[in-house]
T-cell receptor
């Protein structure tokens, strides 16, 4: 069974800090790893990673995948209070089934 | 990306009753999914609802408790039946398209009292 483990489960930082969120996984047939931001109810898409070593970047957020060591990290630099949210890592494994397996998420709180 | 309208946004229901959640997509999609997120937990897939076939339920979820309809390529409903306080969760629909990947509805926050 596919498994996704995120760490830390929660994190409190001050504005301007840089944070690194971790996601490790176990999968039988890897297709992609996705990161989402969840502020209220609906997750919003951040990144999709399919290849090792290629950094995806969007503004202050970046992410990278290591398929050999089976993990991914999400970095947020110069954090702002608006970055406060739950960050979810999800695994899309192979076959014709397009379902996602989610980790428990990291609750990030950015204090002014 | 696909835009999904999910209703209701929230509801408070009495135990023993049922609630039907609707998702309307602004384009035709084959693959639609229903997730549950219990308090403090991550998203768990309830079922996959592809148009033209019966919904496929994940382990721990049964059709009698969570009946799903998928009458066409733009609409689906999930019913939470005979509710108990343990059903208090956020329920989310999601679609997959090859152009935009996965998109989520705005979610339904259900409280059962």
């Amino acid at each position: 069974e596919d498994k996704v483990v995120q760490s830390p489960l929660s994190l409190v930082v001050h504005e301007g800090d840089t944070v690194t969120l971790n996601c490790s996984y176990e999968v039988t047939n890897f297709r992609s790893l996705l990161w989402y931001k969840q502020e209220k109810k609906a997750p919003t898409f951040l990144f999709m990673l399919t290849s090792s070593g290629i950094e995806k970047k969007s503004g202050r957020l970046s992410s990278i995948l290591d398929k050999k060591e089976l993990f991914s990290i999400l970095n947020i630099t110069a954090t702002q209070t608006g970055d406060s949210a739950v960050y979810l890592c999800a695994l899309h494994s192979g076959g014709s089934n397009y379902k996602l397996t989610f980790g428990k998420g990291t609750l990030l709180t950015v204090n002014p | 990306s696909a835009v999904i309208s999910q209703k209701p946004s929230r509801d408070i229901c009495q135990r023993g009753t049922s609630l039907t959640i609707q998702c309307q997509v602004d384009s035709q999609v084959t693959m639609m999914f229903w997730y549950r997120q219990q308090p403090g937990q991550s998203l768990t897939l309830i079922a996959t609802a592809n148009q033209g076939s019966e919904a496929t339920y994940e382990s721990g979820f049964v059709i009698d408790k969570f009946p799903i309809s998928r009458p066409n390529l733009t609409f689906s409903t999930l019913t939470v039946s005979n509710m108990s306080p343990e059903d208090s969760s956020i329920y989310l629909c999601s679609v997959f398209t090859s152009d935009y990947g996965y998109t989520f509805g705005s979610g339904t926050r259900l409280t059962v009292v």
